[in-house]
C-alpha cells in the first residue's frame, strides 16, 4: 500500500490544521493505522492511531483531548485534525500502516512497513 500524506502547513498558536493520507494500491481496511510525528533533532513519536479494525483511538499524552484521528475506509483515507496548536507541536508528521503489527507495538514506529512522505507542521507563536 501507497501513503500520501498532506495538509501541513504554518499556522499560528492556537490554531488548527486538519491532515490526510490516502492510500492507494490496495483499501487498508483491517491494517493498524498510525500518525507520527518528528522534529529535527528528535526520535519519531507516536501521536495517535487505531489498532486494525479497532474503532478506539489511541492517543499520545501530549495531544489527548486537542487532536482527533479518524478512518473513512471507503475512502481509504486516515485524517488527523489538529485543533488548539501549540509550538511544541511543530514537526514532520507522517502516517504509517501495517498489517501485521501487534498491540504492545503500536507506538513503536520501527514495527510499521508502510509510510507516507511526510508532511511539515509549523506552529509558531
Known amino acids: 500500500v501507497q501513503l500520501q500524506a498532506s495538509g501541513g502547513g504554518l499556522v499560528q498558536a492556537g490554531g488548527s490544521l486538519r491532515l490526510s493520507c490516502a492510500a492507494s494500491g490496495r483499501t487498508f481496511s483491517g491494517y493498524t493505522l498510525a500518525w507520527f510525528r518528528q522534529d529535527t533533532g528528535k526520535e519519531r513519536e507516536f501521536v495517535a492511531g487505531?489498532?486494525?479494525?479497532?474503532?478506539?483511538?489511541f492517543y499520545a499524552d501530549s495531544v489527548k483531548g486537542r487532536f482527533t484521528i479518524s478512518r473513512d475506509n471507503a475512502r481509504s483515507t486516515l485524517y488527523l485534525q489538529m485543533n488548539s496548536l501549540q509550538p511544541e507541536d511543530t514537526a514532520v508528521y507522517y502516517c504509517?500502516?501495517?498489517?501485521?503489527?501487534?498491540?504492545?507495538?503500536?507506538?513503536?514506529?520501527?514495527?510499521?512497513?508502510?509510510w507516507g512522505q511526510g508532511t511539515l507542521v509549523t506552529v509558531s507563536s
Open positions: 487505531f489498532f486494525r479494525t479497532n474503532s478506539n483511538p
Open positions: 504509517a500502516a501495517s498489517r501485521t503489527i501487534i498491540f504492545s507495538n503500536l507506538r513503536v514506529s520501527s514495527a510499521y512497513g508502510y
